[in-house]
């Protein structure tokens, strides 16, 4: 799916894959410099449909949603993590880190393995594998923010 976002002009910033019932939901987040508009994701979801329906990579039904990350973007890679340094994101953990399971923390540094927080005065190293999910935290006080 990345080759066919990138010849587009946008980034593949995560893929997401449900399901429930009998129909399984694949959800694509597109990203742009300039952010993302309805147009830009009919135009993805356009593409991907016609190469989801000659690769039939997904047995079964399954509907596709293509969309912006938002401002509450999810954190998956290191490189997500990265770029956000300095910002405030919502973690909940598989299983708590010095009693704490879900919180808010700044991001302060990143590898590859692990990234690093600053929580209620303490400083957290958390492996991405022990992360069940991290979104960030919008800052509404900055103009000219985008989805």
């Given at each position: 799916m990345a080759p066919i976002v990138t010849s587009l002009g946008y980034e593949l910033w995560h893929l997401e894959q449900s399901g429930?019932?009998?129909?399984?939901?694949?959800?694509?987040?597109?990203?742009?410099?300039?952010?993302?508009?309805?147009?830009?994701?009919?135009?993805?979801?356009?593409?991907?449909?016609?190469?989801?329906?000659?690769?039939?990579?997904?047995?079964?039904?399954?509907?596709l949603e293509v969309s912006s990350p938002g401002l509450d973007r999810p954190l998956v890679t290191a490189e997500h993590?990265?770029?956000?340094?300095?910002?405030?994101?919502?973690?909940?953990?598989?299983?708590?880190?010095?009693?704490?399971?879900?919180?808010?923390?700044?991001?302060?540094?990143?590898?590859?393995?692990?990234v690093e927080v600053h929580v209620d005065g303490d400083r957290l190293q958390i492996a991405y594998s022990a992360i069940a999910k991290a979104r960030l935290v919008p800052d509404f006080s900055q103009a000219g923010g985008r989805a």
């Open positions: 429930k019932d009998n129909t399984a939901l694949l959800r694509v987040y597109i990203d742009a410099p300039e952010g993302i508009t309805l147009e830009d994701c009919e135009r993805v979801s356009r593409e991907l449909s016609a190469a989801l329906d000659v690769e039939d990579p997904i047995s079964g039904a399954f509907d993590f990265r770029r956000f340094a300095g910002e405030q994101a919502r973690f909940t953990l598989f299983a708590p880190i010095e009693g704490k399971r879900k919180f808010a923390a700044v991001i302060v540094a990143v590898d590859d393995n692990e």
